[in-house]
């Protein structure tokens, strides 16, 4: 009778070795007999069964497998480097955008606490706004009564005009309100952050400095702190230094206290983004939850400004969530999608490597053979075959974390300035466990295939002397067969991909960007309002620049504006139609906001379409004028002309006339839809409280290359305000260029990506059909003896080769058509399902696979049967 | 064949069959200690060559209506390694004696 103690003998009697196994259950059955069979008795057998397994795996038997697998695959350089390249290349290029989705996706912030820390901002996506940061009303409001954050702060960027010796500099700074450091939880390397008080009106003006900018511009002098400094013309007294590496929110170097008078806070002018902490326990689903209830609570204390209609309208409501999310969201998606692609390429890579590994066995089948006579295992030879591949793969791994490190350095330099959290990335532990993960993976993968077809070696049949037309063979062949159709399938995947991106890219260089890109320079430059404290004396500036500007020979036109098309800086505001305004609970549109001087137009390249140009007498503090889009002309007045109809703006009872209409240009994005954009004269706001552009674009319509003009723009900068740092020069051209920066990364990564999913698929097909016509010689040999025509052979033979690259297209077509819906949101001016790129990658894959399989059925026709058959 | 580490485990499982025990469970009852421990140090001990292992008379288990018992006796080299672990222990226990009695810790 088997008991329960003897079934658990002969499970657990599978770990020993199998030459010892018979004897081993004799063993046990025979104490477990004598001793009444227990079960706490028979426990012990695993342990005695692991013993004896593990013997036969010891260190040294590994070494000596290690030491084997070597040998071998030194004494077969081509197919070592070929394996070895194939692998290095996938292994590596995952590498190398892991490391980068590690840096910007998955290390947590370098803040303390970091989960703690979220965005706390509202969204409105009734009128397309993802982002609604804070008025100075709404952060007093939250700051007063939020009870699920420990701390909560606004900030806004700020460039800040530096002067500590002859040259001024131009520093990326940020106003920020006092906790702003309390958030983050950043102690100051040296003195102290804000404090209550700083942001008093009328406080002595400090500021923070950045480690960057105090080693190079103050020499990292520790009695730095305590001086005073002049900054936008004004002097502040330096209080304390942050550690290396802070530079929160945007590559800062300079923190400023910003003062809000609690009672003349701003309602209406949402411009301060938001951060937190997260109290204790507090989670972000409960504090979002409160965030909202207080914004409907500030809602009903400013009816006047904002009603819970207008909200639900515009669907405004809180967003408070991870400020990880908030950082990354841009390109969240693209990564993922890149890091899926090179996964592609790595699987392509290793059923190119068990491919060679399977036509590799076939050639040893005669070493296993005499192997398994000699009494190896079937342990024995699984564990041999895995021995050698895992060596390769680890080999491969290697040579691929090189690769990474080179590749990481060209991505790093291709990538959009826009890339989040682009100093962080780099190779660290996560990275090499990564590698070493997807090593392993790779090796057991391809290294399982040659085994699951070879461990059992038809002894009697690879001991005789060509014995080959096995049944085991069919079953290799079609293991083969399903290695390239995977192939062909995933780099269409691929191919369909990166065409579907090449198609966007294309799409949005051919996009009417409503401006002339050309012979333009730009820089920035950003007026201290302590040296120009009214409209007067900043009306005055642009005058001068202006007409200095365009005296510079070789200019043919010149013009200020608060940011050229393309630039990242958001200005919009609500407007209506005086001849037509909204009823009490509606909304106008969020119309975006340019400011410009005259002549912009013509400087830019900007077509009106109707009405003129504005003068040097618009303003608000002069003649009220505005110039708007074609789009916002076409919103307020559709169907009709809208020279010399008025805009309510700020204040109702000073309407804008507006003067022209311009052509659309892109202002955002280049993927953008037109929206409303209004052209304000550089002196905008109210007659009573005129608000003055201080921060501006220079632009020049140049006869020829722009760069060269960048020393003589500079100097007329300097003759009209020798205190003033020009940032920035750049072409329009590399403006619309960077716009585009992120797709065209996208896109030539993606490209890469296919391209060797090509080249692979390719070497695959070739590889997998030449080794067909070699194994099938002597067969065609015979045929061709008896008549058959080359021609014959010749179609055969590709027609093999076709039909398998048929079964993988038709599988990838499936199969891009179900992935390719993850790219839509990377996609503009195609659709995810666009036939054309369908069908175009299917005809280049079938193409290329009837090349692969042209050249070795080429080499069947010519077969000579006389050589076949004496070849035997 | 080789060295083996004569440990705890080694010299309490030579010690049982040097006293006559044979089979894997008695030598395990003997010493005290659980299969997984007693067996792997048989095996490694039988592998060494400080035991000899063989099987008990066919005949004899068959008039039990039971199988065979595998038996393990001591080689003259366990012999020899039995006596080489009894002189290290008489030597340290020779030193323990030398240091004196365990001092009483004074409150």
């Known amino acids: 009778m088997i008991t329960g103690a003897r079934l658990w003998v002969r499970l657990v009697a599978l770990l020993v070795p199998g030459e010892e196994r018979e004897e081993w259950v004799e063993e046990w059955d025979g104490e477990l007999a004598a001793h009444g069979g227990s079960v706490r008795h028979a426990w012990g057998a695993l342990f005695d069964a692991w013993y004896l397994r593990r013997d036969g795996w010891t260190m040294e038997g590994m070494l000596r497998d290690v030491r084997a697998a070597v040998t071998g695959l030194v004494r077969r350089p081509f197919f070592t480097a070929l394996a070895g390249i194939t692998l290095a290349v996938g292994i590596g290029a995952n590498t190398a955008i892991y490391s980068v989705v590690d840096a910007v996706l998955l290390n947590p912030l370098p803040f303390p606490d970091s989960e703690a820390l979220v965005s706390v901002n509202h969204t409105a996506p009734g009128i397309n706004v993802p982002i609604l940061p804070h008025s100075e009303a709404t952060y007093l409001h939250y700051l007063e009564n939020f009870t699920k954050l420990s701390a909560f702060a606004v900030f806004s960027d700020d460039n800040v005009n530096l002067v500590t010796g002859d040259e001024p500099q131009r520093i990326q700074g940020a106003v920020v309100t006092r906790e702003f450091f309390d958030v983050l939880a950043v102690p100051p390397l040296l003195g102290r952050g804000f404090v209550q008080g700083d942001d008093l009106e009328g406080a002595e003006p400090v500021a923070v400095l950045g480690y960057g900018l105090w080693q190079q511009t103050f020499g990292g002098d520790r009695n730095v702190v305590g001086t005073v400094v002049e900054m936008d013309g004004v002097q502040r007294r330096v209080v304390g230094v942050m550690p290396e590496g802070f530079a929160f929110p945007n590559e800062t170097a300079l923190w400023i206290p910003r003062s809000i008078d609690p009672a003349n806070a701003e309602i209406g002018s949402f411009g301060l983004l938001g951060i937190g902490r997260l109290a204790p326990g507090a989670t972000v689903e409960g504090a979002n939850a409160e965030m909202q209830e207080l914004l409907l609570r500030f809602a009903d204390a400013h009816p006047e400004e904002i009603t819970r209609e207008m909200m639900a309208q515009i669907d405004f409501h809180s967003d408070l969530k991870s400020l990880k999310d908030l950082y990354v969201s841009d390109v969240r998606q693209a990564l993922w999608v890149l890091l899926g692609t090179v996964g592609f390429v790595l699987l392509i890579a290793c059923a190119n490597v068990a491919n060679l590994f399977l036509v590799r066995a076939e050639g040893r089948q005669r070493e296993l053979a005499l192997r398994t006579a000699l009494g190896a295992s079937r342990a024995d030879i699984v564990r041999f075959y895995l021995t050698e591949s895992l060596t390769l793969a680890l080999g491969g791994g290697l040579l691929g974390l090189g690769l990474a490190a080179l590749g990481v350095q060209g991505l790093l330099r291709l990538a959009p300035a826009g890339l989040p959290r682009a100093p962080e990335i780099g190779m660290d532990g996560s990275v090499l466990l990564f590698t070493l993960a997807i090593s392993v993976a790779s090796g057991v993968v391809f290294g399982l295939f040659p085994v699951m077809g070879y461990a059992r070696p038809d002894i009697s049949g690879a001991l005789k002397e060509g014995g080959r037309a096995t049944t085991a063979g069919k079953e290799r062949h079609r293991a083969r067969s399903f290695l390239v159709v995977a192939q062909v399938a995933l780099a269409l995947v691929l191919l369909v991909g990166s065409g579907l991106m090449a198609r966007s890219f294309l799409a949005m260089r051919s996009v009417d960007i409503g401006f002339q890109p050309d012979n333009r320079l730009v820089f920035r430059a950003s007026l201290p309002s302590a040296e120009y404290p009214d409209a007067a004396s900043v009306k005055e500036f642009h005058r001068a620049l202006r007409e200095r500007m365009a005296a510079v020979p070789g200019v043919l036109g010149a013009a200020q504006t608060s940011a050229v098309p393309l630039e990242d800086t958001k200005s919009a505001s609500p407007m209506e139609p005086e001849d037509r305004p909204f009823g009490e609970n509606e909304i106008g549109p969020l119309v975006n906001i340019r400011q410009v001087t005259p002549g912009y137009f013509d400087a830019m390249g900007i077509d009106l379409l109707e009405g003129r140009d504005l003068t040097e007498e618009n303003g608000a503090d002069g003649v009220r004028a505005v110039v708007i889009s074609a789009t916002l002309a076409r919103q307020f007045w559709p169907g009709e002309s809208a020279v010399g109809r008025r805009i309510r703006y700020q204040d109702a009872d000073e309407a804008w006339e507006v003067v022209g209409v311009a052509s659309d240009v892109k202002f955002e994005k280049v993927t953008d839809d037109p929206a409303p954009l209004a052209y304000f004269p550089m002196i905008n706001g109210t007659s009573e409280k005129p608000v003055p552009t201080r921060q501006i674009a220079v632009v020049l319509h140049v006869g020829s290359d722009p760069m060269a003009f960048v020393s003589a723009a500079r100097q007329a900068l300097k003759d009209v305000d020798p205190r003033l740092p020009m940032v920035n020069p750049r072409t329009m051209d590399a403006v619309v260029h960077d716009a585009m920066a992120s797709t065209s990364f996208t896109v030539l990564l993606l490209g890469i990506a296919a391209g060797i999913a090509l080249l692979l698929g390719t070497v695959g097909i070739y590889g997998v059909i030449s080794y067909v016509v070699s194994r099938r010689t002597q067969e065609i040999g015979v045929r061709m003896a008896l008549g058959a025509p080359a021609s014959v052979v010749l179609r055969e033979v590709v027609g093999q080769g076709m039909a398998l690259a048929g079964i993988g297209v038709a599988v990838g077509l499936v199969g891009a058509w179900a992935v390719s819906r993850v790219l839509t949101s990377l996609l503009f001016g195609v659709s995810p399902t666009d036939p054309l790129t369908y069908l175009g990658t299917a005809a280049t894959l079938a193409l290329v696979a009837l090349a692969a399989s042209w050249i070795p059925a080429r080499r069947a026709a010519l077969v000579d049967p006389v050589e076949a058959l004496r070849a035997e | ?107």
Request: with cysteine; glycine share 10%.
């Open chain 2, 1 to 107: 064949m080789g060295a083996i580490r004569m440990t705890q485990v080694t010299a309490l499982v030579l010690r049982a069959v040097a006293t006559g025990h044979r089979y894997g469970f008695d030598i395990m009852e003997a010493c005290g200690l659980p299969s997984g421990t007693v067996y792997p140090a048989l095996r490694r001990m039988d592998k060494a060559g400080l035991l000899r292992s063989g099987w008990e008379a066919a005949e004899a288990a068959h008039a039990e209506g039971r199988p065979r018992r595998r038996t393990y006796t001591l080689a003259p080299s366990g012999r020899e390694a039995l006596g080489e672990a009894d002189a290290k222990l008489a030597e340290v226990r020779r030193l323990l004696m030398d240091l004196g009695p365990t001092p009483v810790e004074e409150a």
